[in-house]
């Protein structure tokens, strides 16, 4: 932070927990947290693994219309990647505001999505439980999704908002 090292701090606290509110990896990362550097993300979590193993550490990702179709995709990269475990996530729905809702989505749209998540949660809640640990929410975040892409109507009434507040912020 600034001059200081936060990782040298944290050797003084007996628990750290870290919950980084990281949406996507790269370009679309850097593009929704505007400011970001992907690359320094990915340098400063290897570094907390190097210098605090056992830090407590997951994802907080707030899931919009902008990330829906590719929130496992980085996920995933980031289990293979060997930066957090699969259970490590805690999924939040943007519900504000309602233009940059996943529930703009079509049903067609959202069926491979669906799909999608559905074959995550299937791989990797059968690899968490037979290495004995909780799946609980990995369990609830990805069913949370799936439900509300299932259940929730189709907002076509905020496709004006959302191109008029995307072409301006862009």
């Given amino acids: 932070f600034g001059k200081h090292d936060v990782l040298e701090y944290w050797k003084y606290f007996p628990k750290v927990r870290v919950h980084a509110s990281l949406d996507a990896s790269w370009e679309p990362g850097e593009y929704l947290r505007k400011g970001t550097s992907w690359a320094s993300i990915v340098k400063n979590r290897r570094r907390m693994q190097e210098v605090h193993p056992n830090l407590f550490f997951d994802i907080t990702p707030t899931i919009s219309v902008f990330n829906v179709e590719h929130f496992p995709d980085f996920h995933s990269e980031w289990i293979d990647a060997g930066l957090i475990e699969p259970e490590r996530v805690r999924i939040n729905i ?15 749209e959202r069926k491979p999505i669906i799909e999608k998540y559905q074959r995550f949660l299937d791989h990797y809640e059968s690899q968490v439980v037979a290495e004995g640990r909780d799946a609980s929410a990995l369990l609830e975040g990805y069913g949370s999704v799936i439900e509300y892409l299932k259940t929730r109507p189709v907002a076509k009434d905020q496709w004006a908002a959302f191109h008029e507040r995307t072409h301006k912020v862009d």
């Fill in 94 to 108: 943007l519900t504000e505001p309602k233009y940059f809702g996943a529930d703009l989505l079509s049903e067609e």
